[in-house]
C-alpha cells in the first residue's frame, strides 16, 4: 500500500468554523490531490498539486483553499465550514507507470458540519 | 454534465459467475481509463487500467475492455466472489486530469 494517512479520520465541527484537514505521504510523489466524496456523485476534484507552492483549482473549489509547503504534506483548509461541506474527503498521490498516471488513496477524512 | 457515467448503481452477482461492470465517457481527450474498488470506511484501491491505444487488458481474475468509437469501458470479473462486493469506480484521464464516474455497487451472493 503507499504510504499516505490522513488527519483526523473523524470530525465534527460548528458552522462557521475554520477546519484544517491534513494529508501526510511517503512516497515522495509529485503530484498531490484532494477529492470529495459525496453520494451520485463519485469522486469530484476540490484542489491539487503538482509540486511544493504550486497548486490549481479542481471542480468544486469554491469555499476551500490548499497550501503544500513540503513535498509529503498537503492541508485543506475551510475557511468558514457549511454544512453542504459535510462529506468524506479523500487525498490521492500520484506517480506516472508506463502507460500513464495512476493515483493512490488515503483512508479518508469524514467530516461532520452541524 | 457528467463526463464519466456509470448508470448502472448496483449489480447483484452470484458467487462464481461473471459480473460485468459498465463506464460511458464523453471527453475524446481522454487517453487512459482506471477503475478502483472501494470497501466502506476506507480509501479508493487501484484495480486495472487500460490504455487508449489497447482495447483489451487482463490481470487475473479482472479484464477491462474499451471501445474507443463507442466511448464504452467495461470490467468483467470472472469468477466473482463474496470478496469482490464493493463500490466500483471508473476514471477516466489525460495527463494529471483525472475525472470519476458515480460508482456501481457490487453484491455477489453466497
Known amino acids: 500500500d503507499a504510504g499516505i494517512t490522513q488527519s483526523p479520520r473523524h470530525k465534527v465541527t460548528e458552522t462557521g468554523t475554520p477546519v484544517t484537514l491534513r494529508c501526510h505521504q511517503t512516497?515522495?510523489?509529485?503530484?498531490m490531490y484532494w477529492y470529495r466524496q459525496d453520494p451520485g456523485h463519485g469522486l469530484r476534484l476540490i484542489h491539487y498539486?503538482?509540486?511544493?507552492?504550486?497548486?490549481d483549482k479542481g471542480e468544486v473549489s469554491d469555499g476551500y483553499s490548499v497550501s503544500r509547503s513540503k513535498t509529503e504534506d498537503f492541508l485543506l483548509t475551510l475557511e468558514s465550514a457549511t454544512s453542504s461541506q459535510t462529506s468524506v474527503y479523500f487525498c490521492?498521490?500520484?506517480?506516472?507507470?508506463?502507460?500513464?498516471?495512476?493515483?493512490?488513496f488515503g483512508p479518508g477524512t469524514r467530516l461532520t458540519v452541524t | 454534465d457528467q463526463q464519466v457515467k456509470q448508470n448502472s448503481p448496483s449489480l447483484s452477482v452470484q458467487e462464481g459467475r461473471i459480473s460485468i461492470l459498465n463506464c460511458d465517457y464523453t471527453?475524446?481527450?481522454?487517453?487512459?481509463f482506471l477503475w478502483y474498488k472501494k470497501y466502506p470506511a476506507e480509501g479508493p484501491t487501484f484495480l486495472i487500467s487500460?490504455?487508449?491505444?489497447?482495447d483489451k487488458n487482463e490481470d487475473g481474475r479482472f479484464t477491462v475492455f474499451l471501445n474507443k468509437s463507442a466511448k464504452h469501458l467495461s470490467l468483467h470479473i470472472v469468477p466473482s466472489q463474496p470478496g469482490d462486493s464493493a463500490v466500483y469506480f471508473c476514471?477516466?484521464?489525460?495527463?494529471?486530469?483525472?475525472?470519476f464516474g458515480p460508482g456501481t455497487r457490487l453484491s455477489v451472493l453466497p
Open positions: 490521492a498521490i500520484s506517480e506516472s507507470s508506463y502507460q500513464g498516471y495512476e493515483q493512490y
Open positions: 512516497e515522495n510523489h509529485r503530484y
Open positions: 498539486s503538482y509540486g511544493v507552492k504550486d497548486t
Open positions: 471527453n475524446s481527450m481522454f487517453d487512459y
Open positions: 487500460i490504455s487508449s491505444i489497447k
Open positions: 476514471a477516466a484521464s489525460y495527463g494529471q486530469n483525472f475525472v
